[in-house]
């Protein structure tokens, strides 16, 4: 069975550093693109980015470039998505997702929790 | 920037037939997918490549697609059902960049 396992919920400072992780299982972790997705408080899906494990090749979208960064680590078949310094702004659920090369996103993790607060 | 433009809302009744819609320029050149999201849960892939659905998603879901509109139908809609429905594609610029509508809440009466 294909499986994306996040880590848990997190609750920061405003101006705190944070990684939040996914960790794949089921499928060969470096053929499929990773995913990350935002969802805040009572709104709608954001795409943020994706990432291809294999090399590491990375594409952005234009809301979310150079205010977090996603990485993967293949050998152990983890992707991450980290915040040098959070702001209350960033409160949502994250949610990583395998990207199919064809443009669906299937399976989704379960969702991490971030909440920034003073 | 690119969007894709769903109606924030859809009701009907149980057994009838629920039809949500997405809209974008680029849709004649890009396929169409759909999201279930049930509170409190992750998003789950019921319609992909427009209207082609995964293995375990019922049969009374189903896709279509028309000029600039892709639509998501449920036939015979069970109380179960009631979700939020979130349609994603991508630009056509060559960007690969991916877009999700802003959802529609199908409310089951």
């Known amino acids: 069975e294909v499986q994306l396992v996040q880590s848990g919920a997190e609750v920061k400072k405003p101006g705190e550093s944070l990684k939040i992780s996914c960790k794949g299982s089921?499928?060969?972790?470096?053929?499929?693109?990773i995913g990350w997705v935002r969802q805040m408080p009572g709104k709608g899906l954001e795409w943020m980015g994706i990432i291809y494990p294999g090399d590491s090749d990375t594409r952005y979208s234009p809301s979310f470039q150079g205010q977090v960064t996603i990485s993967a680590d293949k050998s152990i078949s983890t992707a991450y998505l980290q915040w040098s310094s959070l702001k209350a702004s960033d409160t949502a659920m994250y949610y990583c997702?395998?990207?199919?090369?064809?443009?669906?996103?299937?399976?989704w993790g379960q969702g991490t929790l971030v909440t920034v607060s003073s | 920037s690119y969007e894709l433009t769903q109606p924030p809302s859809v009701s009907v009744s149980p057994g009838q037939t629920a039809r949500i819609t997405c809209s974008g320029d680029?849709?004649?050149?890009?396929?169409a997918y759909w999201y279930q999201q049930k509170p409190g849960q992750a998003p789950v892939l019921v319609i992909y490549k427009d209207s082609e659905r995964p293995s375990g998603i019922p049969e009374r879901f189903s896709g279509s697609s028309s000029g600039t509109t892709v639509t998501l139908t449920i036939s015979g809609v069970q109380a179960e059902d009631e979700a939020d429905y979130y349609c994603?594609?991508?630009?056509?610029?060559?960007?690969?960049?991916?877009?999700f509508g802003g959802g529609t809440k199908l409310t089951v009466l």
């Open positions: 994603q594609s991508a630009d056509s610029s060559g960007t690969s960049y991916v877009v």
């Open positions: 997702v395998r990207y199919d090369p064809s443009g669906w996103f299937d399976p």
């Open positions: 089921g499928y060969s972790f470096t053929s499929y693109w």
């Open positions: 680029a849709l004649p050149k890009q396929y």
